[in-house]
């Protein structure tokens, strides 16, 4: 450990960052739980938005006791909402204070996957998540810098869940394998620092280092299901060209917007088996949004009872009004 890394280490002041509202993709902003269907030529991919408003939690404190001189003064503040036991002896280096998921969020992307038995984090980080899943599930946490290894120890100490933690020293695409079949793969990797705000659309598979492509072809090896943890700025179109890496996942995806105030602060996407669709919400949305034959098909595949599309498409057709669609299926 260096000196600055210690709570009450070594302080001088650090210019602090406006606050920008980056534009986010208009598919982005539903108030409440909405559906959509991204469709381009190599097929279709039904999604439920969901928002997430993350309680404020303790108030954000700037007193500088005990800053350590290379954080900025703007994550300092924020220090109780990323882990709400700093003060037990959490440990962070200089990129974590930037790329921890906050406490609350953690606690959402964990809630959302309490249902399965065991996550392999790939990206662990010194544990926001990792944590907050080892209050539910088995975890194995990948983490290749050596440091923030030993502080994820540390940390799942302070949260008393170490036990529930199987941390990995190493590098993902080296150590996955190992680990074997599990229920779901869960990446928050580097987006290159904070300038990935100075991109107008952050491209999940361009930005991401190392490159998503192969992250998720590794992870379709060992899964079902992946949950990405992404900037604000992403484009949601780009899922249709991820699930090019995940041949044998169910076409299926949730995108959670996690509302800092009416600031949506970061996004989770969600890819695959853990999906869970109302068939009747897939069925409004592929009204809504126009009937394409081919779409009609994929669900009849994707949703496997006949009987419950089929339901599902008469009542939308009632409440939209619209008539083709199974005339189209009939076709
Ligand atoms: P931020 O850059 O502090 O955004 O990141 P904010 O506060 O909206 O910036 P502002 O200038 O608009 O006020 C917000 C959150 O994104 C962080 O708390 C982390 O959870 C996450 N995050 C940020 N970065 C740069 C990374 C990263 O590189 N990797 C991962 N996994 N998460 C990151
Ligand atoms: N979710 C974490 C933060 C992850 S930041 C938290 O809340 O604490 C992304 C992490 O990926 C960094 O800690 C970085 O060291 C790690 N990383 C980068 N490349 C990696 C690789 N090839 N294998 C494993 N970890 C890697």
């Known amino acids: 450990m260096e000196p600055s890394d210690i709570p009450g280490g070594r302080k001088t002041r650090n210019r602090v960052k406006i606050n920008r509202h980056l534009p986010i993709s208009p598919y982005l902003t539903a108030s409440s ?35 350590p001189s290379f954080v900025p003064d703007k994550y ?19 990129e974590s204070w930037y790329s921890v998921t906050h406490e609350a969020v953690a606690q959402v992307i964990a809630q959302t996957c309490a249902h399965l038995n065991y996550i392999l984090d790939g990206f662990a980080g010194v544990g926001g998540n990792a944590i907050q899943f080892a209050e539910r599930s088995h975890v194995v946490a990948i983490e290749i810098d050596k440091k923030k290894a030993d502080y994820m120890r540390k940390n799942a100490k302070v949260y008393g869940v170490q036990q529930k933690i199987k941390v990995i020293r190493g590098d993902f695409f080296e150590k996955a394998e190992e680990v074997g079949p599990v229920d779901a793969v869960f990446l928050s990797p580097p987006w290159g620092g904070p300038d990935y705000q100075e991109a107008a659309v952050f491209s999940m598979l361009d930005m991401v280092n190392p490159p998503l492509g192969p992250t998720l072809e590794l992870c379709a090896k060992l899964t079902r299901t992946v949950f990405l943890y992404m900037p604000r700025n992403i484009d949601p179109t780009e899922l249709l060209e991820l699930l090019n890496y995940l041949p044998n996942f ?30 009747c919400k897939v069925a409004e949305a592929v009204m809504a ?7 009609i098909d994929q669900l009849f595949e994707e949703f496997g009872s006949e009987l419950l ?15 083709e669609c199974l005339s189209i299926r009939a076709s």
Not at 37 to 48: A, E, F, M, R, W
Not at 253 to 277: P, S
Not at 289 to 295: A, L
């Open 33 to 67: 739980e909405s559906y959509f269907i991204l469709t381009d030529s190599s097929g279709h991919l039904p999604v439920k938005l969901t928002t997430h408003v993350i309680p404020l939690g303790p108030p954000y404190d700037a007193d500088p006791c005990g800053q």
């Open 76 to 94: 300092w503040s924020q220090r109780y909402s990323l882990f709400s036991r700093y003060d037990e002896g959490i440990l962070m280096d200089q």
């Open 250 to 279: 169910p076409r299926r995806a949730e995108i959670q917007l996690y509302y800092f105030g009416n600031k949506v602060k970061t996004i989770g996407v969600i890819i695959g088996q853990a999906v869970q669709l109302d068939i």
């Open 289 to 295: 949004q126009g009937i394409q034959s081919c779409v």
């Open 309 to 323: 599309v089929e339901t599902a498409l008469i009542n939308a057709m009632e409440t939209s009004g619209i008539e």
